[in-house]
């Protein structure tokens, strides 16, 4: 099982990136994928959920933090999902993790079994 992010990296703030995560070695339309991030002395915490099965009729979930401004979305031909940033600020600075997950509370990080290496996002002011 592999997840491989891209597409971290330095930006002024109000600028946008968008992350990637390739999926490889399970059933991908079978897993809710989401992403983390953790900023230096902070715990990990949850940032955007797609095709999470135990919330049927709200398939995708942001957290506040980023709702407007990130945008979650999957390509399952390609098994990869994506996390498109905009309007960056200097707080989403942190190294952003994909993870894979099957149930469970969406935002726990201990629902999740499979998780990416991270990639990081620094957005400067």
């Known amino acids: 099982v592999q997840l491989v992010e891209s597409g971290g990296g330095l930006v002024q703030s109000g600028g946008s990136l968008r992350l990637s995560c390739a999926a490889s070695?399970?059933?991908?339309?079978?897993?809710?994928m989401s992403w983390f991030r953790q900023a230096p002395g902070k715990e990990r915490e949850f940032v955007a959920a797609i095709n999470w099965k135990l919330w049927p009729s709200n398939k995708i979930n942001y957290a506040d933090s980023v709702k407007g401004r990130f945008i979650i979305s999957t390509d399952n031909a390609k098994n990869t999902v994506y996390l498109q940033m905009n309007s960056l600020k200097p707080e989403d600075t942190a190294v952003y993790y994909c993870a894979a997950g099957s149930g469970g509370a969406i935002t726990e990080s201990a629902s999740y079994d499979y998780w990416g290496q991270g990639t990081q996002v620094t957005a400067s002011s």
């Open positions: 070695g399970f059933s991908f339309s079978n897993y809710a």
